[in-house]
């Protein structure tokens, strides 16, 4: 059944319902992803951080155009506005009771190379995305506790071998073949359903329905390696516990994914340089630069800046050393360049820090202000801007046991909601998760497999 604005409060209850009979859930948003805007290599690195990945995500450029109108052109223009805005703001209000249903639930949302998914669905409906990484991390982990990305799953082993190509559609054609058994899908009577074989590609509801099929496939073939093999894996199951909250990073060389739940992969690049040279140049110039090392590839940063890695890593000093006496170009090691650009953030963060210590040492000097002056500050301008001074460990883990999120040390309500000046306040997201974390329901453990370490038969690989 299509679920419409028009027809989306009459059938909300169908909408619970459904989500009460789920086994899993398959999502996606149709956003146009990492591609979209100036330019691939402006939004994109080979050589992207998982935190510089969601910098650039979470920045994404937006276009305005402005043109010059009449006065009654502008306010009907404005009132344009406003009423759409009004519209979509009602909307968002009405879907967002699904999301958090979704959410309260606690049953595993997929979808396919959802890092975007993800991000969207985090800032329109909880709250805006954090500024640090470790934080949306744990955000997301509260609203969404269990995640699969099927791009992820099929590029990992047991799949990496027989999938040749990870992309929607063409995964969804290879899972139809052998070894794999696709399941049939039956709609209740009265209730169309889609008809692969019309390939709807890039229509959300459609690549969200064969991203769901492409999971069951993929979770069932699994089955097959138990003894006896086991002909259906339930969403529940232990053995696809490997892939949960892993996001696939898109055109990363060598991080295949986000950990959601502790720290990313630290792959060694020493063999990458990082290079600087004049705006003219072009790919050619810098093939042409390092033509005596043999295979390159070349990761552009910005106009004047790229990473190149080397086939050898004893080449790197070879390189670094021929650009001592260069004029127009300089060559450093990846780790160099990593270690400059930690100082030049550690500058800026002390520089911001002593600034907000000094505003905060005038504000509790009792010289600074009189007495009443100081009492109405107080009461109406609370300091509760954000800092990185004694910044608390508030990471949820995982319990391997169990389906259920632990926190180590849990804050109070009380603690959430105390501004102390001389501890740094939590941010509204943080608060947002807190509260979130509490009110999640018990999971218990469904689908259990008979197995010593089920989970040892399909690790997620440390390196790729």
């Known amino acids: 059944m299509e679920i419409i604005r028009s027809n989306f409060k009459s059938n909300l209850h169908k909408v619970y319902q459904a989500i009460e009979e789920a086994d899993f859930f398959a999502i996606d948003g149709e956003f146009s992803g990492i591609s979209d805007g100036p330019s691939v290599s402006a939004l994109t690195n080979g050589f992207d951080t998982p935190e510089e990945r969601y910098q650039k995500l979470k920045k994404k450029e937006r276009y305005i155009v402005i043109s010059k109108v009449d006065e009654e052109e502008r306010k009907r223009r404005e009132q344009q506005k406003h009423a759409k805005e009004q519209e979509e703001l009602n909307d968002a209000v009405g879907f967002s009771r699904v999301i958090h249903a979704i959410a309260n639930s606690g049953k595993l949302v997929i979808g396919h190379n959802m890092l975007l998914d993800v991000m969207h669905t985090v800032h329109q409906f909880y709250c805006p995305l954090p500024a640090d990484l470790n934080e949306f991390k744990e955000m997301t982990t509260c609203v969404f506790p269990r995640l699969l990305d099927t791009k992820l799953m099929a590029s990992t082993q047991p799949f990496k071998d027989i999938i040749n190509n990870t992309s929607l559609a063409e995964l969804e054609k290879r899972l139809k073949e052998t070894p794999f058994n696709p399941p049939k899908v039956e709609s209740a009577k009265g209730f169309p359903s889609y008809d692969t074989a019309s390939e709807m590609l890039h229509e959300a509801g459609y690549d969200a329905y064969i991203t769901g099929l492409c999971f069951i496939s993929m979770a069932n073939y699994l089955g097959s390696f138990l003894s ?29 994914y986000l950990n959601l739940e502790g720290p990313d992969l630290q792959p060694k690049r020493d063999h990458v340089l990082h290079v600087t040279f004049p705006k003219e140049w072009k790919t050619s110039d810098l093939y042409q630069l390092f033509s005596a090392f043999g295979n390159i590839q070349i990761s552009w940063i910005d106009d004047t800046s790229a990473f190149v890695s080397l086939s050898q890593p004893e080449q790197v000093q070879i390189a670094v050393n021929t650009s001592k006496y260069a004029e127009s170009y300089r060559i450093q090691t990846y780790a160099e360049y990593m270690g400059k650009k930690q100082e030049e953030k550690q500058i800026k963060r002390k520089w911001m820090e002593d600034g907000w210590k000094e505003a905060d040492s005038k504000r509790l000097n009792p010289q600074c202000l009189p ?94």
Request: net charge positive; with cysteine; charged share 25%.
């Open 228 to 256: 006896p093999p086991k002909i259906h894996v339930s969403a529940r199951s232990k053995l696809i516990e490997p892939f949960f909250n892993k996001l696939f990073l898109m055109r990363v060389m060598d991080i295949p």
């Open 371 to 464: 007495y009443a002056l100081q009492n109405h500050y107080y009461r109406n301008n609370s300091f509760t801007a954000p800092s990185t001074v004694g910044k608390r460990n508030l990471s949820p883990s995982q319990e391997e046991a169990g389906l259920e999120d632990g926190v180590s040390g849990e804050i109070s309500d009380a603690e959430l909601e105390q501004t102390n000046s001389c501890a740094e306040p939590l941010s509204e997201g943080r608060k947002k998760a807190k509260k979130l974390k509490r009110m999640k329901k018990e999971l218990s453990p469904a689908g259990s497999i008979s197995m010593n370490s089920p989970a040892t038969l399909f690790e997620v690989p440390d390196t790729w």
